[in-house]
């Protein structure tokens, strides 16, 4: 064990922490599946890494980058190949996450939005309901560790904390409400309730500094409730300071750029962090009644230099954040639940961020808010029939102009992508062209039709974003 520095800043103080025994287990076991015990209700722990490409898991065809953790999970449970983020990018698409409702329709459509003299973030509105606070009526408790990043900094009751969730631990930068700046490495917990800074000297990873929170939080939570764990992990986003000083993969040192080998090693020690808290889950006898979820908030990152190809990270698809082909919005999703979900199964059953709140409705349960615009995919975890949308749509506005304006639905093996300024839809046939290579909306114009209503029906005017409603016109 290991204790951490009592650190001061200018405007509070840092208490203590003592980092949980990182205890390993035995590998998963393949087991035959069982029902579900309708006298106890499933615990949930969704896992939410920030950039993650859909090929950056062995699971999903990488071939450099070692996830051996992962990639036994997904061996063990349900790797689903069709996927999708809320959208591509960081908060609209965690606010899509979080409520049940599309890009069209949350009031979050970009990581900032247009306000009377400036250009900021925009929190979620208050009567928008978000998982949490709808599992409470359901007799849960509730805990969110890392990025939120669906509030405003000077209005603590936006954050993870003032949002229905018991127990909260969240990075928050910008400027308080007196106007000092907040430094990002600091984790706040339950809102400004020992607050702690993250010194990227004494971890291998950012992760496992908040992979420490959540086996706290396991230790300490109450036993007669069930519970709902919410980690929303920084890798692989490549921020400067959460890249790791580590010798992983230090033999490649003179072949690969720096930010390279570090993007590489922060994927496979994050692949260790979540193989820590899931021994735990096993060590602590709740794993067995526990579903596992795992995805991304949006395809591969370009920041920071990092070269989105150098490890295939959008495993052959088009585009990157902040792009709505499907490298931008398809990603890895893996589900596990002992004994319920059988193993070694791969679906193809195309779904989406905004189909996890009734998904876990359902677990609870209890019926999801009438906001939802998803469709719960437990009868597909489970073997059963499972209904299916007749289409699925994106959005997004990155920027201030009419270019940073984009659309997306999908309908079957149908994907329309439209770029506001293009004043122009394409059109992909999914099954034969899954690259989005070939534009063939000129030679199927009925089709084009359905696509463009979907775009223009599924995009509701909303304040803070200007093209809301679609741009088809010059």
């Given amino acids: 064990m290991k204790t951490f520095k009592i650190l001061t800043l200018s ?38 890494a920030d950039d993650m490409g859909y090929g950056e898991l062995g699971a999903y065809g990488q071939k450099i980058i070692k996830t051996p953790f992962l990639d036994d999970l997904a061996s063990k449970g349900m790797r689903f190949t069709d996927f999708y983020a809320g959208t591509a990018v960081c908060s609209p698409s965690r606010a899509v996450l979080m409520t049940g409702m599309h890009t069209g ?33 359901a007799g849960y408790q509730s805990a969110m560790i890392g990025k939120w990043h669906l509030g405003v900094p000077e209005d603590v009751s936006t954050w993870a904390k003032g949002r229905g969730f018991d127990y909260a631990v969240q990075e928050q930068w910008g400027e308080d409400k007196n106007g000092i700046d907040i430094d990002e490495r600091v984790h706040w917990v339950n809102n400004n309730q020992d607050s702690i800074f993250y010194n990227y000297n004494d971890y291998s990873c950012l992760d496992e500094f908040r992979t420490n929170f959540a086996i706290d939080y396991l230790d300490k939570k109450e036993n007669n409730k069930p519970f709902f764990l919410y980690m929303s992990y920084r890798t692989p986003h490549a921020h400067e ?21 570090r993007h590489a090693a922060r994927i496979t020690m994050l692949d260790s962090q979540i193989k820590r808290l899931f021994d735990k889950l096993e060590a602590s006898g709740e794993l067995e009644n526990t579903l596992i979820i795992f995805s991304s908030d949006n395809g591969s990152t370009t920041e920071n230099h990092h070269d989105y190809k150098f490890f295939n990270s959008s495993g052959n698809l088009k585009g990157h954040k902040r792009d709505l082909y499907e490298g931008g919005i398809r990603e890895p999703m ?4 002992k004994g319920k979900i059988k193993a070694g199964q791969t679906t193809n059953h195309p779904s989406t961020f905004y189909d996890v709140m009734p998904t876990i409705a359902e677990l609870a349960g209890i019926e999801a808010p009438k906001q939802t615009d998803g469709i719960s995919f437990l009868p597909e975890l489970l073997n059963k029939e499972q209904n299916k949308h007749d289409h699925l749509y994106w959005e997004i506005q990155e920027g201030a102009s009419v270019k940073g304006f984009k659309q997306a639905a999908r309908m079957g093996q149908w994907k329309a992508v439209r770029i506001a300024n293009s004043y122009k839809t394409e059109l992909y046939n999914l099954e034969k062209d899954v690259n989005e290579t070939n534009d063939i909306s000129e030679q199927h114009p009925e089709i084009l039709e359905k696509m463009n209503n979907i775009l223009k029906n599924e995009s509701e005017v909303i304040e803070h974003y200007p093209f809301s409603g679609g741009v088809f016109k010059k």
């Avoid at 893996?334 to 639940?337: K, L, Q, R, T």
Wanted: charged share 30%; with cysteine.
């Fill in 241 to 261: 300071y959460f890249l790791s000083k580590t010798d992983l993969y230090s033999d490649k040192q003179e072949e690969w750029p720096e930010i390279e080998r």
């Fill in 11 to 48: 405007i509070f103080t840092i208490f203590i922490i003592i980092a949980c025994k990182n205890d390993t287990s035995e590998i998963i076991k393949n087991e035959t599946p069982k029902p579900i015990n309708q006298n106890t209700k499933p615990n949930i722990v969704f896992l939410l």
């Fill in 105 to 137: 329709h949350v009031s979050i459509r970009g990581n900032k939005g247009q306000y009377e003299n400036k250009y900021d973030r925009v929190p979620l509105k208050k009567s928008e309901i978000i998982i949490p606070e709808m599992l409470k009526e």
């Fill in 334 to 337: 893996i589900a596990y639940w």
